[in-house]
């Protein structure tokens, strides 16, 4: 019998979350049955025929309120120890957490039907994709009797404020923490007691197929570069636009293509239209990956001078498609990116530095641009391929699956916990 494994996620499917789903898909070609939840429907348009595809394969527990209540009432009856448990875990969390104790509320009631949906399915094992409120929801229904559980951390939010997030008690109650880089992995260190510190894994994000099973095309020859991400402040748009403009400042010609949406899109334009670089920069919103794909085809190089990053799946993809990158030396991008073999690393914030790099790329030969994206290619089927990912994966779920489940009628009887630092 197959191991079965619940996926928990905020948003899911999203445009920026097409990690999660060749993750998954992969786990499934090895024979891991993954049931699929989502707390929230997602906000962002749906773009993408697999992202529509998996929507309809995704439970979404903001839409089943009633439902929550009633699993909610449920364990009360059958658990009420492992209830009052999970409740003294949410106060705890809510009070240091700027979100408060009534939305850490709402996830007991999550947290109550993830359970009762849990042991409907016959699900061995709950893993949430970031150490945010999916891994509260997950600990709170083990807390209350439902599976064991596992999370993977990507950063950079989760390290913005650790004790908010309650990082270190997330880690304490999980069987394992994934972390995406050793960088991220590091991280996670700093904030629990060293005898925690095995429990903490490095699996790297996968890259999805279409990115990976098809050649790379030649390098073009005209002066095109593209940035591919969320439009939102950590992504260092607007340096980008201060390092283009002063390009062509110095009469420099050339196409920069922003592909994605988001909060800053507005001020963007603004800057775009300021500094009179209209016929320089064009932004064209929420993309499927198949016309990722093709800007990534027709570009130079992805530049993305992020000033905070876990390491992006962006990088990988046009890595994997044979475009070298030019990025910022943060978190665990140098893990991927070698300066000057697969890309330019430069410091994050260095408008003078992000102009030079630029040049480079603008004045390379498309053999020697050629020779990166390779290099960085060989680097992406190494590191990222989906396969890889799938089979460290599941050999983490073979090993934990039904390990320490508390059946519900005794929920609530655990030993005391570990002690946290952070």
């Known amino acids: 019998m197959p191991i079965r ?19 998954i898909a992969a786990l499934e070609r090895k024979g891991i049955a993954v049931q699929r939840f989502s707390l929230r429907g997602s906000r962002a348009p749906k773009v993408d025929e697999a992202d529509l595809r998996e929507a309809e394969r995704t439970e979404v527990f903001e839409t089943s309120r009633a439902a929550m209540a009633r699993s909610l009432a449920r364990r009360a009856r059958r658990a009420p120890k492992g209830l009052l448990r999970a409740t003294a875990h949410g106060v705890r969390m809510g009070l240091r957490s700027p979100r408060g104790v009534l939305r850490h509320g709402g996830y007991l009631l999550a947290a109550a039907h993830l359970a009762e949906r849990c042991e409907a399915l016959g699900v061995d094992h ?25 999370f993977t951390v990507h950063g950079p939010e989760e390290f913005d404020d650790v004790w908010a997030l309650s990082l270190a008690e997330k880690v304490a109650h999980a069987r394992f923490v994934v972390a995406v880089s050793d ?13 925690l510190w095995p429990r903490l894994e490095v699996v790297r994000c996968p890259v999805g197929p279409r990115f990976l099973t098809r050649e790379p095309r030649p390098i073009p020859a005209e002066p095109v570069l593209v940035t591919v991400g969320r439009l939102s402040p950590q992504k260092g748009h607007a340096l980008l636009l201060e390092a283009a403009a002063e390009l ?15 909060e800053l899109r507005e001020e963007i334009e603004d800057v775009v239209a300021r500094k009179g670089l209209g016929e320089t920069v064009e932004i064209t919103g929420w993309a499927t990956g198949d016309e990722v794909r093709a800007h990534l085809d027709r570009a130079r190089a992805l530049v993305l001078p992020s ?28 893990e991927l990116v070698e300066h000057g073999k697969s890309g330019f690393l430069v410091p994050a914030g260095s408008a003078p530095a992000l ?22 290619r060989r680097r992406v089927l190494t590191l990222h391929h989906p396969d890889v990912n799938a ?9 934990h699956a039904g390990a320490g489940r508390v059946p519900a009628s005794e929920a609530g009887t655990a030993t005391t916990e570990p002690a946290l630092v952070g």
């Open 355 to 376: 102009r030079e790099a630029m040049r480079a790329i603008l004045d390379a030969t498309p053999e020697a641009l050629a020779a990166m994206g390779a290099e960085g």
């Open 126 to 150: 709950v893993h949430a994709h970031f150490g945010t409120n999916p891994a509260a929801v997950a600990m709170l229904s083990h807390a209350m009797g439902g599976p064991g559980y596992s």
């Open 248 to 262: 062509v400042r110095e009469g420099r010609r050339f196409e920069l293509v922003f592909v994605g949406d988001g």
């Open 391 to 399: 089979e460290a994966l599941s050999a983490l779920f073979a090993r």
């Open 183 to 195: 960088f991220g992995r590091s991280q996670i260190m700093r904030h629990v007691p060293r005898a």
């Open 5 to 23: 494994v619940a996926y928990v996620v905020n948003q899911y499917p999203a445009v920026s979350h097409t990690f999660i789903r060749d993750e």
């Open 307 to 334: 000033f905070g990053e876990g390491l992006p799946i962006v990088l990988m993809e046009a890595l994997a498609a044979g475009r070298p990158v030019l990025t910022t030396s943060v978190a665990g991008i140098p």
